[in-house]
């Protein structure tokens, strides 16, 4: 079946701290997601990329960057940790370049910023 | 730019009754239309999607949706709500040729017994 791993499912930081969030996912897909969700909100798209080594900024990029080393690794760094980065995290994936093809979802990261 | 309309951010039903949550979206162009369920402390998982078959989707956990396209609406239903079903509903669109889908803010489903 198909798998996305979050590395942590709560995680709390201090602001200023340089913060990692880790995605792993096993079905060899290009395509790989970082979203935040926020009551009334919903998703917001953060970064993206189709294939390693490459990324392309969101809706939201500010504050934060990314990293993909390995196809199957898509990290999200806060630089600079700061209170309004509070929020659940989730990682995505999907396959190729079919826009009817749906995404799969990790089961998402809660982050608290003190 | 793609835009998705839920109406409602909160739905209460009693159990066994009819599951109505309206999704509405703005291409001209019929896209692709996903609805995911999110359980409480859970990631999105696929109900249905719509890819330009049959205009009525049937998913998983009793769940089906149908695309009317001179609505531009995607609602999805259930006949008869189950305490199980509550959780956070989102729809998704994808115009064809992009991989990276719009989602709506979402619906909260409450049910009571």
């Known amino acids: 079946d198909v798998k996305v791993t979050q590395s942590s499912r709560y995680l709390v930081k201090r602001t200023g701290e340089k913060v990692f969030l880790e995605c792993v996912q096993d079905?060899?897909?290009?395509?790989m997601f970082w979203y935040r969700q926020d009551p009334g909100l919903g998703l917001r798209l953060i970064y993206f990329?189709?294939?390693?080594?490459?990324?392309e900024k969101g809706d939201i990029p500010e504050g934060y960057s990314v990293s993909r080393e390995k196809k199957e690794r898509f990290s999200l760094i806060l630089e600079s940790a700061s209170t309004n980065q509070t929020s659940m995290y989730l990682c995505?994936?999907?396959?190729?370049?079919?826009?009817?093809?749906?995404?799969?979802f990790g089961d998402g990261t809660r982050l608290s910023i003190l | 730019a793609q835009s998705v309309t839920q109406l409602g951010s909160h739905v209460s039903v009693s159990e066994g009754a009819l599951v109505l949550l309206r999704c509405n979206y703005s291409?001209?162009?019929?896209?692709?239309l996903f609805w995911y369920v999110q359980y409480p402390n859970q990631g999105l998982q696929l109900l249905l999607k719509?890819?330009?078959?049959?205009?009525l989707v049937k998913g998983i956990n009793g769940f089906e949706a149908e695309f009317k396209k001179s609505e531009t609406s995607f609602h999805l239903t259930k006949p008869s709500a189950h305490m199980s079903d509550a959780a956070e509903y989102f729809c998704?669109?994808?115009?064809?040729?992009?991989?990276?889908?719009?989602f709506g803010r979402g619906t909260s489903l409450i049910v009571h017994p």
């Open positions: 995505a994936s999907s396959p190729g370049q079919d826009s009817n093809q749906p995404q799969h």
């Open positions: 079905m060899d897909h290009e395509n």
């Open positions: 990329s189709y294939d390693v080594k490459m990324k």
């Open positions: 291409s001209s162009v019929p896209p692709y």
């Open positions: 719509y890819t330009s078959a049959a205009t």
């Open positions: 998704a669109v994808s115009e064809k040729g992009s991989y990276i889908p719009t």
